[in-house]
């Protein structure tokens, strides 16, 4: 099974911070990689596939980077509502697995 | 628009099963998978297997494989989950989730279900 190590479990940020979290598979994915929102007491939101590309009616402070083990989720200017877990989920073979989660806080 | 909607939450004794439903709406049910997902109490999310709307077919985790099965209706366009052999670590929302497009290499998660709390207690 591949393995998906996210960094970090948690971070404190401000609004209108710069926000990065990233996420390492045990074996090379090419680009095959999912990003998701997850807030509390609600199903998990798709923000980013294929690494780098923004779902729609996804906002575009969003965005995702990296190929083969090591990618990157940004979020340019932190949002109240962008306060939430993130997960990284490898798309590339069965079985799916998924990062350990980063919750961003409110510093 | 895209929706799908699960069944209500369920409380379960230890070693009884549970079947989750999964209504789908607002696509060709036929043209792309469902993925079960779920979540224990605090902690992380984890995959539990998919079905195709088309055919059938199925794939589990490995840790699952012996007690649970997916299946799809098309006449109603409904997915369901059926774990058997319930423990207290089986307490966790279970989710459901469309496959992102409509070919099978695209294994993201688009879009979920509300989610169905199963309690496993005694």
């Known amino acids: 099974d591949i393995q998906m190590t996210q960094s970090p479990s948690s971070v404190s940020a401000s609004v209108g911070d710069r926000v990065t979290i990233s996420c390492r598979a045990s074996?090379?994915?090419?680009?095959?990689l999912a990003w998701y929102q997850q807030k509390p007491g609600k199903a998990p939101n798709l923000l980013i596939f294929?690494?780098?590309n923004l779902q729609s009616g996804v906002p575009s402070r969003f965005s995702g980077s990296g190929s083969g083990t090591d990618f990157t989720l940004t979020i340019s200017s932190l949002q109240p509502e962008d306060f939430a877990t993130y997960y990284c989920q490898q798309t590339n073979t069965f079985p799916l697995t998924f990062g350990g989660g980063s919750r961003v806080e409110i510093k | 628009q895209v929706q799908l909607l699960q069944s209500g939450a369920e409380v379960k004794k230890p070693g009884a099963s549970v079947k989750v439903s999964c209504k789908a709406s607002g696509y060709t049910f036929t043209n792309y998978g469902i993925f079960w997902v779920r979540q224990a109490p605090g902690q992380g999310l984890e995959w539990m297997g998919w079905i195709s709307g088309y055919n059938g077919n199925t794939k589990y985790a490995e840790r699952f494989q012996a007690r649970v099965t997916m299946t799809a209706d098309t006449s109603t366009t409904t997915a369901y989950m059926e774990l058997r052999n319930l423990r207290s670590d089986d307490t966790a929302v279970y989710y459901c989730?469309?496959?992102?497009?409509?070919?099978?290499?695209?294994?993201?998660?688009?879009?979920w279900g509300q989610g169905t709390l199963v309690t496993v207690s005694s």
């Open positions: 294929g690494a780098s």
């Open positions: 989730a469309r496959s992102g497009q409509t070919s099978l290499a695209a294994k993201w998660l688009d879009p």
């Open positions: 074996h090379g994915l090419g680009t095959s």
